[in-house]
């Protein structure tokens, strides 16, 4: 497992969003655009990784207890999302990479897939 403020240093990632608690472990990542995909797949304390900046991804990662989310290629989210993301305790983060590097570079640091 790998410390969510190691990765966000490794991953050079963008803080839209601070972690409440950036020491908390994570092990897993999942990638994907759908939420509906990310409510049956994703669980606790997991990275999530999409193109979607939208306010309702805060609202999947604070039902699904993630640790953060990565907003991919050059994304931003809109105010009223970072407000909510911090409202919720929900870390967002951005990065220049595209879903597959930025997947890779988690892998790399020891995350895997879950389930």
Not at 24 to 37: A, R, W
Not at 82 to 97: H, P, Q, R, S, Y
Request: glycine share 8%; net charge neutral.
């Amino acid at each position: 497992m790998t410390k969510l403020n190691e990765i966000i240093s490794k991953c050079s990632l963008e803080i839209f969003s601070p972690p409440i608690n950036g020491d908390v472990e994570v092990e897993h990542g999942y990638t994907s655009d759908m939420l509906s995909d990310v409510i049956a797949n994703a669980g606790k304390n997991y990275i999530w990784i999409t193109m979607q900046t939208h306010v309702n991804t805060v609202a999947v990662a604070a039902l699904k207890d993630i640790a953060a989310i990565i907003l991919v290629n050059y994304h931003k989210p809109s105010t009223d999302t970072i407000e909510t993301a911090k409202t919720k305790g929900i870390c967002l983060l951005g990065t220049v990479l595209s879903a597959f590097d930025i997947s890779g570079r988690l892998y790399a640091a020891g995350l895997r897939g879950g389930k």
